[in-house]
T-cell receptor
Framework: DAGITQSPRHKVTETGTPVTLRCHQTENHRYMYWYRQDPGHGLRLIHYSYGVKDTDKGEVSDGYSVSRSKTEDFLLTLESATSSQTSVYFC???????????FGPGTRLTVL | GENVEQHPSTLSVQEGDSAVIKCTYSDSASNYFPWYKQELGKRPQLIIDIRSNVGEKKDQRIAVTLNKTAKHFSLHITETQPEDSAVYFCAASKETSYDKVIFGPGTSLSVIP
């Protein structure tokens, strides 16, 4: 599984509460990504990281923040969860030498 | 920015028939086009990819073709089997711009035994 895990795998929370999702990799890959997946929209990039403390926004970054203090961990935080953030969240890493993305198992988040 | 369209959104074929999924992209600078398969409840997994210096690539029963002039690329699955049933996503990016992988909305393929 390319050494990539996500936690938690499922979470139900209430509107207005903070939520943090964790992506963990064991192989020191430089690039890490957070996507959300919703029916009819495919996979949309939220934020990505190109190294420790180096992050940037994707196409749907509003309402999300990220942090990467160690190579192996990429955290996604919803500061104040809303129902529109109910989704399946996938983390991905970029694996060489072909520079292809490999996805984690996903986190299903429900915001009530 | 890049925009990727994908058709059809759903596709149903008889086992043994061929399936074709088509994608178009908008940014002529895109030069890397991966295809992902996602089975129900699982992660997307890369099944084949093509780069802009190649017009066609095959891997057993799957093939991808690329027309740079028209800015479209297609996935072809021959001799379909029930285990091919899944959602398929195309994507486009520039190889030197690792942040800009744009996915199509997906095609749900059903193979009827």
């Amino acid at each position: 599984d390319a050494g990539i895990t996500q936690s938690p795998r499922h979470k139900v929370t209430e509107t207005g509460t903070p939520v943090t999702l964790r992506c963990h990799q064991t192989e020191n890959h430089r690039y890490m990504y957070w996507y959300r997946q919703d029916p009819g929209h495919g996979l949309r990039l939220i934020h990505y990281s190109y190294g420790v403390k180096d992050t940037d926004k994707g196409e749907v970054s509003d309402g999300y923040s990220v942090s990467r203090s160690k190579t192996e961990d990429f955290l996604l935080t919803l500061e104040s969860a809303t129902s529109s953030q109910t989704s399946v969240y996938f983390c991905a890493i970029l694996i060489g030498p072909t520079d292809t993305q490999y996805f984690g198992p996903g986190t299903r988040l429900t915001v009530l | 920015g890049e925009n990727v369209e994908q058709h059809p959104s759903t596709l149903s074929v008889q086992e043994g028939d061929s399936a074709v999924i088509k994608c178009t992209y908008s940014d002529s600078a895109s030069n890397y086009f991966p295809w992902y398969k996602q089975e129900l409840g699982k992660r997307p997994q890369l099944i084949i990819d093509i780069r802009s210096n190649v017009g066609e690539k095959k891997d057993q029963r799957i093939a991808v073709t690329l027309n740079k002039t028209a800015k479209h690329f297609s996935l072809h699955i021959t001799e379909t089997q029930p285990e091919d049933s899944a959602v398929y996503f195309c994507a486009a990016s520039k190889e030197t711009s690792y942040d800009k992988v744009i996915f199509g909305p997906g095609t749900s393929l059903s193979v009827i035994p």
